[in-house]
């Protein structure tokens, strides 16, 4: 029996609900941000989610958030998300990466080894509207740019650069085919090209009359050029094999892993944390391992075949999700010299399920996994998911270094913030394209700068809220409220 498919909307009706959303929710209407009647308290949000997450390694949770407002908003995505539920939303729903703050973008390889940029945490995806990633995005770009001391027009300059490269970002894909948008990615000729026009830009600007600022900026755009080339020399040389240098330790011919406490904690360590022997440790970890790879494609899990454990530990990651349930795993190829680190984050309910609704996928690591292929132009050949031991707790699995690196945003002048402000609004535009409807979404933005401003203003007053919640937090631990481990 045949099925009847649903018709599908033309250009014309997907253009006019962009338009008649763009009726209801002016996009200047996500200008003036006040927070909501009964804000929740943001201690109270951060004490909720230590509820769930491993004791000791709370105090390092917060210790990382307390060194700047930075770091703080970095760990704040559950006080962010309950603000942004009673903002204004167009109604225009994508897949959203939920914790799209600057730090979030990086580098990696793709399957072919290819370095790439995109997105590359994706704890806290789900569907939603996507001024959500939008405003946490910008929001970003403005306290990054004050933790850094920029003048407020260099501060306000990187944060719009960021809306405005999202908005045309859209208004191109809207313009695009559909295999056109799902094959389109920044891949590290792509970046290359436009550090290096940007140089050549100052360049031209610094020889013709633009006097002494022009000239700065012409020895910044250089200086942040050498900056990005190093940093992708050392992305290149990240993989397992230097992991293991880092990470490993050669013990009567065979290496395992270093004990490193309370960062990284061996399995033959970890009796005390999960009441399990160092000889039932290993064990639960071959029996996760088969039922990871049950969740990869055939020839992935032919690969693996290749690989056996040798060691295990926990091993603490990030800023928002330090105590939540992280491990690496060690494994040998042909022998010690032919590593792979696997790298195992447990998987908590999305910090936007209690306003948007709870996922389509019943396992936490399933979420994370799905919603990263559908966002990323290219994933982790190792992505996959199980459950845990305890089964109510939900984990995926990637590779722990695969050619991975992260801009040293506090290092960055304004006119480098700018312009990386540029690629991660094309960058989450693209994703939000794959997704959403870029047609519809793009009719919605307009092609003026009233969104740009908008959110502009919204990034400033909420990165004053920002301010006022890490002072709020800070005096918790001031007060022995919270408790926070310097340094670690």
Same mark, same amino acid.
């Given at each position: 029996?045949?099925?009847?498919?649903?018709?599908?909307?033309?250009?014309?009706?997907?253009?006019?609900?962009?338009?008649?959303?763009?009726?209801?929710?002016?996009?200047?209407?996500?200008?003036?941000?006040?927070?909501?009647?009964?804000?929740?308290?943001?201690?109270?949000?951060?004490?909720?989610?230590?509820?769930?997450?491993?004791?000791?390694?709370?105090?390092?949770?917060?210790?990382?958030?307390?060194?700047?407002?930075?770091?703080?908003?970095?760990?704040?995505?559950?006080?962010?998300?309950?603000?942004?539920?009673?903002?204004?939303?167009?109604?225009?729903?994508?897949?959203?990466?939920?914790?799209?703050?600057?730090?979030?973008?990086?580098?990696?390889?793709?399957?072919?080894?290819?370095?790439?940029?995109?997105?590359?945490?994706?704890?806290?995806?789900?569907?939603?509207?996507?001024?959500?990633?939008?405003?946490?995005?910008?929001?970003?770009?403005?306290?990054?740019?004050?933790?850094?001391?920029?003048?407020?027009?260099?501060?306000?300059?990187?944060?719009?650069?960021?809306?405005?490269?999202?908005?045309?970002?859209?208004?191109?894909?809207?313009?695009?085919?559909?295999?056109?948008?799902?094959?389109?990615?920044?891949?590290?000729?792509?970046?290359?090209?436009?550090?290096?026009?940007?140089?050549?830009?100052?360049?031209?600007?610094?020889?013709?009359?633009?006097?002494?600022?022009?000239?700065?900026?012409?020895?910044?755009?250089?200086?942040?050029?050498?900056?990005?080339?190093?940093?992708?020399?050392?992305?290149?040389?990240?993989?397992?094999?230097?992991?293991?240098?880092?990470?490993?330790?050669?013990?009567?011919?065979?290496?395992?892993?270093?004990?490193?406490?309370?960062?990284?904690?061996?399995? +033959?360590? /970890?009796?005390?944390?999960? *009441?399990?022997?160092?000889?039932?440790? &290993? =064990?639960? $970890?071959?029996?996760? !391992?088969? @039922?990871?790879?049950?969740?990869?494609?055939?020839?992935?899990?032919?690969?693996?075949?290749?690989?056996?454990?040798?060691?295990?530990?926990?091993?603490?990651?990030?800023?928002?999700?330090?105590?939540?349930?992280?491990?690496?795993?060690?494994?040998?190829?042909?022998?010690?010299?032919?590593?792979?680190?696997?790298?195992?984050?447990?998987?908590?309910?999305?910090?936007?399920?209690?306003?948007?609704?709870?996922?389509?996928?019943?396992?936490?690591?399933?979420?994370?996994?799905?919603?990263?292929?559908?966002?990323?132009?290219?994933?982790?050949?190792?992505?996959?998911?199980?459950?845990?031991?305890?089964?109510?707790?939900?984990?995926?699995? +990637?590779? /722990?270094?695969?050619?991975? *690196?992260?801009?040293?945003?506090?290092? &960055? =002048?304004? $006119?480098?913030?700018? !312009?990386? @402000?540029?690629?991660?609004?094309?960058?989450?535009?693209?994703?939000?394209?794959?997704?959403?409807?870029?047609?519809?979404?793009?009719?919605?933005?307009?092609?003026s700068a009233a969104f740009d401003k908008a959110i502009a203003d919204f990034a400033r007053r909420y990165a004053d809220q920002n301010d006022k919640d890490y002072?709020?937090?800070?005096?918790?631990?001031?007060?022995?409220q919270l408790q926070a481990a310097a340094g670690a």
């Amino acid at each position: 029996m045949a099925t009847q498919q649903a018709a599908r909307p033309s250009l014309g009706e997907r253009r006019a609900r962009g338009e008649q959303a763009r009726a209801q929710v002016p996009p200047s209407g996500h200008a003036g941000w006040v927070p909501a009647a009964g804000r929740p308290d943001p201690v109270a949000l951060l004490e909720e989610q230590d509820s769930t997450r491993e004791p000791d390694l709370v105090p390092v949770r917060h210790g990382r958030m307390l060194v700047s407002p930075f770091t703080f908003y970095r760990g704040a995505a559950k006080i962010m998300a309950a603000d942004l539920s009673d903002t204004p939303v167009a109604g225009l729903e994508v897949q959203l990466c939920g914790d799209a703050h600057l730090s979030n973008f990086g580098v990696f390889a793709s399957p072919e080894r290819q370095l790439m940029f995109d997105l590359n945490d994706f704890d806290e995806t789900l569907p939603g509207p996507f001024e959500y990633d939008v405003k946490r995005m910008t929001a970003s770009f403005t306290i990054a740019a004050r933790h850094n001391g920029f003048s407020k027009a260099d501060t306000r300059a990187a944060t719009l650069a960021s809306v405005t490269a999202y908005r045309e970002a859209i208004a191109g894909f809207a313009e695009q085919g559909t295999m056109d948008i799902w094959y389109a990615r920044m891949d590290e000729n792509q970046v290359t090209a436009a550090v290096r026009g940007m140089v050549a830009d100052t360049s031209k600007q610094a020889k013709g009359a633009g006097g002494k600022r022009a000239k700065r900026q012409a020895k910044l755009a250089m200086q942040a050029a050498k900056r990005a080339k190093r940093g992708r020399d050392k992305a290149v040389a990240r993989d397992s094999l230097q992991a293991l240098s880092k990470l490993g330790e050669l013990v009567g011919g065979s290496y395992r892993i270093v004990s490193q406490p309370p960062i990284v904690v061996p399995a +033959r360590e /970890l009796a005390a944390t999960y *009441g399990l022997s160092a000889d039932d440790v &290993m =064990p639960v $970890i071959e029996d996760q !391992f088969r @039922a990871y790879r049950a969740t990869l494609p055939d020839d992935r899990r032919k690969l693996l075949e290749g690989y056996e454990i040798v060691d295990a530990a926990r091993k603490v990651v990030g800023v928002g999700s330090v105590g939540t349930r992280a491990f690496i795993v060690l494994l040998q190829g042909r022998d010690p010299q032919d590593p792979l680190f696997l790298q195992i984050k447990e998987a908590t309910a999305s910090v936007l399920e209690p306003h948007l609704g709870k996922s389509r996928y019943r396992q936490h690591g399933e979420r994370v996994v799905q919603g990263q292929r559908m966002m990323q132009a290219a994933s982790d050949i190792f992505l996959g998911w199980t459950k845990g031991l305890d089964v109510r707790r939900h984990y995926y699995w +990637r590779q /722990l270094r695969d050619m991975k *690196g992260s801009a040293l945003v506090e290092e &960055m =002048p304004p $006119i480098a913030l700018t !312009f990386y @402000a540029q690629l991660c609004g094309w960058t989450l535009a693209r994703a939000h394209a794959r997704s959403g409807d870029p047609v519809a979404i793009a009719a919605y933005l307009g092609d003026s700068a009233a969104f740009d401003k908008a959110i502009a203003d919204f990034a400033r007053r909420y990165a004053d809220q920002n301010d006022k919640d890490y002072q709020q937090f800070a005096a918790a631990v001031r007060g022995g409220q919270l408790q926070a481990a310097a340094g670690a």
